[in-house]
């Protein structure tokens, strides 16, 4: 107890210190940034018609950067690194468990692509969750599911045991997956939403990067030690991840403010605002936006099957397309089998394949960092619209190469067309969906609407995980990525014809949006 209590009280200090930073440039730079949205408008506009230039309150002084609601943003998103870790270890740990456990293709194909169908069940259900128990504490349930996921792996002596272990697993990956970036976007200021709500998908690419070093880390150990201490590897993260978001994450407030509870949605917002009149301000808003959801009964028509509002619709529908897309490109595919692509350019050695893999989560996580950084200056819109295009150019460069005879020249432009590829993925499409989804979603719908998106997001990466090895054989592997190519073409006309901007507008102010 006193261990624990002398925690507390540290966490306490930090949190108070960093709650009360400011940073004197950042007003500048937020005013150069109003300056710049002004001056930029006009041109959005001309390439999106039905873009609003979003509302401006001139009596408003720029918002300062607030460290609390970065730390409780990515609290919550760092549980999705067990996501990408998990996902991504059968790449590497695959070659060794073929030897070590005599694993077939179709084994292999299940084990690596059934975590997304698993999904579905945990992901559906964390809507419901994180309405019922809360943001948080839905957050550390998934945490829970993951050590017992990640222990059994390792344990795992069988086909059928390792089956049921990445089940586990991914009841922890399915609530953290839908949950991150609700809290997220729920706990940040429209003026960082952007930054904030694309950190689940970092901590996703962190995740995949550190699977890769893993899989290259252990690969020289004794065959039946290897594999396992690669799953091993991942059993701490989530204790200390529960134990951080227990004793230093506070409750989302529109959670709160939804449940009543609005003295302790106040309490939250004083302290992830920049200034009183700020949290007072979105208080307002998320109140007034739970009564109107109450009173029109968006959440009881997602349960019922009721025709909803035509906004409402539409938001659903292009929630669901954009995680449609998101999949249909072909991500996972290469997250999951960009060893058996290098080999097929010519790379024959497992430890030159390893290496490159390395190389391709680098780049995944090093470029989602643009993202981030640009999403709250230059809009979403235009970085997906950038995003996809690029993926289409990339995908069709990187289905000629395969087409061509293997040599070094060949060998070479394969990888630089894959790189390429997960770069242009990494800027847009990859950390800016779960951002969109979240965001444009009403209070009410939120959670829910969410759960049924990235239901929709992990089906289409199942179906395509678990088909890619006999699909490759099928029609080649070169085929595979044509038709991928085509998805992210499609991907880039829906974003134009369908995706209005959103960025500075608060998350109460999507429904109007989507109503113009």
């Not at 069940?121 to 839905?138: K, M, N, Q, Y």
């Not at 109450?294 to 397309?321: F, H, K, Q, W």
């Not at 779960?434 to 939120?446: D, M, V």
């Not at 080649?476 to 006309?493: D, K, P, Q, R, T």
């Amino acid at each position: 107890m006193l261990t624990l209590t002398g925690l507390q009280d540290i966490i306490r200090i930090v949190l108070h210190l960093s709650s009360v930073l400011t940073c004197d440039k950042s007003r500048n730079q937020q005013a150069m940034g109003t300056t710049e949205q002004r001056h930029g408008a006009a041109d959005i506009s001309i390439a999106a018609p039905l873009l609003p230039t979003p509302a401006m309150d001139p009596a408003q002084e720029p918002p300062r950067r607030n460290v609390f609601a970065f730390i409780c943003a990515t609290l919550a998103s760092m549980t999705t690194i067990l996501m990408g870790y998990n996902l991504a270890l059968m790449s590497g740990a695959e070659l060794f468990m073929r030897e070590d456990l005599g694993l077939t293709d179709e084994q292999v194909e299940v084990l690596s692509g059934s975590m997304n169908l698993f999904m579905l069940a945990s992901i559906l259900a964390a809507g419901w969750a994180a309405d019922a128990i809360g943001r948080r504490g839905t957050i550390v349930l998934a945490n829970a599911f993951l050590i017992a996921g990640a222990l059994a792996m390792s344990l795992g002596g069988s086909y059928a045991v390792l089956l049921a272990a990445r089940f586990v697993t991914s009841v922890g990956v399915g609530f953290a997956v839908v949950v991150a970036p609700v809290y997220a976007a729920e706990i940040a200021p429209a003026s960082a939403r952007g930054m904030l709500s694309s950190l689940p998908e970092i901590f996703v690419n962190a995740g995949i990067l550190l699977s890769y070093i893993s899989n290259y880390a252990f690969a020289g150990l004794p065959l039946p030690l290897g594999w396992r201490a690669m799953f091993a590897a991942g059993v701490a993260p989530p204790v200390l991840l529960a134990a951080g978001v227990v004793l230093a994450m506070p409750e989302s407030p529109r959670w709160l403010a939804m449940r009543g509870r609005d003295g302790e949605a106040e309490a939250v917002l004083s302290r992830t605002s920049g200034s009183p009149a700020e949290a007072g301000h979105r208080l307002r808003e998320i109140k007034q936006d739970a009564v109107a959801a109450e009173g029109d009964g968006a959440g009881r028509d997602l349960l019922a099957g009721a025709s909803p509002p035509v906004m409402i619709r539409r938001i659903l529908t292009d929630v669901i397309a954009l995680q449609f897309f998101h999949q249909a490109s072909g991500i996972d595919i290469i997250v999951l089998y960009s060893p058996l692509v290098f080999k097929q350019a010519g790379i024959s050695s497992n430890t030159s394949v390893l290496a490159a893999t390395v190389a391709v989560g680098a780049v995944k996580t090093g470029f989602i960092l643009v993202a981030t950084l640009f999403s709250d200056r230059v809009g979403r819109r235009p970085l997906l619209l950038g995003s996809t295009a690029g993926m289409a150019v990339a995908l069709t460069s990187l289905a000629i190469t395969l087409l061509c005879a293997a040599s070094v020249t060949t060998t070479a432009a394969c990888v630089a067309c894959l790189l390429a590829y997960v770069a242009a993925f990494s800027v847009g499409i990859g950390p800016l969906t779960q951002t969109y989804s979240a965001e444009i979603l009403p209070l009410r719908l939120r959670a829910r609407g969410t759960s049924l998106g990235t239901a929709v997001n992990r089906l289409t990466c199942g179906v395509l995980s678990m088909t890619f090895i006999s699909l490759a054989d099928y029609i080649s592997m070169a085929g595979c990525f044509f038709l991928y190519a085509g998805a992210a073409a499609a991907a880039c006309v829906f974003v134009y014809l369908r995706l209005p901007e959103t960025r500075g507008r608060s998350l109460e102010d999507m429904v109007q949006l989507f109503s113009m």
